[in-house]
């Protein structure tokens, strides 16, 4: 079956320290992955996607992504965290009918 | 929110009672789909539509309906309205379904079935 895994229901992360959030997919073919964000009270705000080449993907607000194949793995990732980057961090994979499944979701807190 | 509006933003309703929630997307999108969030779950999908009058089904379709008689519009009904209905609902639009499109979502909808 295809799925999306995200093993942790919630991230602390001092704020300046780098932060990894983690996601594990499994899929047939090749994985299409995107990540998004949401804020409270708001809609899915997206953030990066790999598809095809550079293994390090780089998106919205700083944030970057790195895909690893072997590992089934893209993690989410930035150098350097903002207490304002606090929020809800879905992955998801698209699978070839082109529709999106989702990771249950990751809270991200950055404290001062 | 990449003109996408969705009302209400907010209902209260009662078990047994047809809800009815609206999607409405400036972006002259082709697909547009229709998500439900619970805590633990992500976001599950429910319907979605490839073009007008054409929908298909989600993971999560039981006890719901769509009707899509516009591209700008897709409509979401619970014919009868269930406490586990509650849930806030996301709608979403897509150009196309290639590999790099990206889905875009709206503010949601936040449902409360009493």
């Known amino acids: 079956a295809q799925s999306v895994a995200q093993p942790e229901d919630q991230v602390n992360v001092a704020e300046g320290n780098p932060l990894t959030v983690k996601c594990t997919y499994s899929?047939?073919?090749?994985?299409?992955l995107f990540w998004y964000v949401q804020y409270p009270n708001r809609g899915l705000q997206f953030l990066l996607k790999y598809i095809t080449g550079d293994n390090l993907v780089k998106g919205s607000y700083g944030f970057e992504a790195e895909f690893n194949k072997s590992q089934t793995s893209f993690h989410l990732k930035k150098p350097s965290a903002l207490v304002s980057d606090s929020a809800l961090y879905f992955c998801a994979v698209r699978v070839h009918t082109g529709k999106l499944i989702f990771g249950q979701g990751t809270t991200l807190q950055v404290k001062p | 929110d990449a003109g996408i509006t969705q009302s209400p933003r907010h209902k209260v309703t009662e078990t047994g009672t047809p809800v009815t929630l609206r999607c409405h997307q400036t972006e002259n999108h082709r697909y547009m789909y229709w998500y439900r969030q619970d805590p633990g779950h992500g976001l599950r999908l429910i319907h979605y539509s490839y073009g007008v009058k054409d929908t298909d089904k989600g993971e999560v379709s039981d006890g719901y309906s769509v009707s899509r008689s516009k591209t700008e519009d897709f409509l979401l009904t619970l014919e009868s309205a269930t406490s586990s209905q509650t849930s806030v609902y996301f709608c979403?639009?897509?150009?196309?379904?290639?590999?790099?499109?990206?889905?875009?979502f709206g503010p949601g909808t936040r449902l409360l079935v009493l």
């Open positions: 899929v047939s073919g090749n994985p299409y």
């Open positions: 979403a639009i897509s150009d196309n379904t290639g590999a790099g499109e990206t889905q875009y």
